[in-house]
T-cell receptor, first 114, second 115 residues
Framework: TQLLEQSPQFLSIQEGENLTVYCNSSSVFSSLQWYRQEPGEGPVLLVTVVTGGEVKKLKRLTFQFGDARKDSSLHITAAQPGDTGLYLCAGAPAGGTSYGKLTFGQGTILTVHP | NAGVMQNPRHLVRRRGQEARLRCSPMKGHSHVYWYRQLPEEGLKFMVYLQKENIIDESGMPKERFSAEFPKEGPSILRIQQVVRGDSAAYFC?????????????FGQGTRLTVV
């Protein structure tokens, strides 16, 4: 069974601060996806990283995939209240029959105070 | 380009009743996945289906739960004789043929409350 450990579980910061969320596993993933989920809504895909060592930037968000494809991080620069929400990482299995059975981390609840 | 559509958004059932949750995948997507999100927990995989086939149901409870994706129409997640512990948000995701870097897109979910 593949597991993704996501940390921290809760993050409360002031507007303008930087933050990093981590996802770690002992398993290798073929790809890793980051989602953001608002209360009462479904997860919305932010980015997919596929190649070990890959870095992707989405405005103030920077996503990194570890060289061994076992871990990933999400870094937000100069956080804004609009960034408040639940952030989820999810890994797609590597090897064997390939399909999108995602393993999710527990999520990070981010609150950015004005 | 319509996204993944789930209905109903909210469903209230009394203990012992049946719940039917529907999911229409994105246009062009032939793969459907169901996930369950319990309060204070992350999303857990339940089942993966293609048209008329259940490919992986390793996350489905052994009893009372079933899923189908018929040739025509939406995918259905069916829960018979619901109990309070079935209260959760149920999400459907869809993707095209999976090729490692394929992305899965989620619907808005059905929030089931068992009273």
């Amino acid at each position: 069974t593949q597991l993704l450990e996501q940390s921290p579980q809760f993050l409360s910061i002031q507007e303008g601060e930087n933050l990093t969320v981590y996802c770690n596993s002992s398993s290798v993933f073929s790809s890793l996806q980051w989602y953001r989920q608002e209360p009462g809504e479904g997860p919305v895909l932010l980015v997919t990283v596929v190649t070990g060592g890959e870095v992707k930037k989405l405005k103030r968000l920077t996503f990194q995939f570890g060289d061994a494809r076992k871990d990933s991080s999400l870094h937000i620069t100069a956080a804004q209240p609009g960034d408040t929400g639940l952030y989820l990482c999810a890994g797609a299995p590597a090897g064997g029959t390939s399909y999108g059975k995602l393993t999710f981390g527990q999520g990070t609840i981010l609150t950015v105070h004005p | 380009n319509a996204g993944v559509m789930q209905n109903p958004r909210h469903l209230v059932r009394r203990r012992g009743q049946e719940a039917r949750l529907r999911c229409s995948p994105m246009k062009g997507h032939s793969h459907v996945y169901w996930y369950r999100q319990l309060p204070e927990e992350g999303l857990k995989f339940m089942v993966y289906l293609q048209k008329e086939n259940i490919i992986d149901e390793s996350g489905m409870p052994k009893e009372r739960f079933s899923a189908e994706f018929p040739k025509e129409g939406p995918s259905i997640l069916r829960i018979q004789q619901v109990v309070r512990g079935d209260s959760a948000a149920y999400f459907c995701a869809s993707s095209p043929i999976w090729q490692g870097n394929t992305e899965a897109f989620f619907g808005q979910g059905t929030r089931l409350t068992v009273v």
